[in-house]
């Protein structure tokens, strides 16, 4: 039996308000959290990105999910509560603004804190490409993207793709 995997979650695309609105805290981590968890990392697999915010596929809530070098994190309420004072540019992407990527500077290590799908607070520091991610994705529950973060010359070039996103996408 070939099992045919369906799209199971519509990802939202840049244009679409959803994106620009700064989401919920999440005050109780119930099973359909975990389960719709559960569906995003299956969306971002499918989809070959390394993150997923959860208002790119519509709920406005502060969570996401990311995969590095084939570890999982599901992360609740985030919050960054140390930058490192190293800033390093590195290219981004975004499953929301397809075709495009372009560097951007961020701190290269950051300490945050998260609570994971049991509930419990999790502290630790990253760097490297779980720093990017986990900024990238930060940004996004705070309506926030990567392009808004690219000098005014690369905004220029890309202006074409972006409204040809906003118009097919949505
Ligand atoms: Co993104």
Redesign the pocket.
Known sequence: IIKIKEKIMKIIYYGNPVLREVSKEVTEITDEIRQILDEMVETMREES?V???AN?VGLTQRFFVAEVDGNVKKIINPEIIEFGKEEIELE??????PGIYKRVKRPEKIKVRYQNEKGETVEEELNEVWARVFQ??L??LDGI??IDKISPLNKRLISKRLAQIKKEGN
């Not at 981004?92 to 603004?97: K, M, V, Y």
Request: with cysteine; net charge negative.
């Open positions: 990105g993150g997923l915010a790119q981004e992407g975004c499953l929301s603004i990238h994705e940004d996004h993207l990567f």
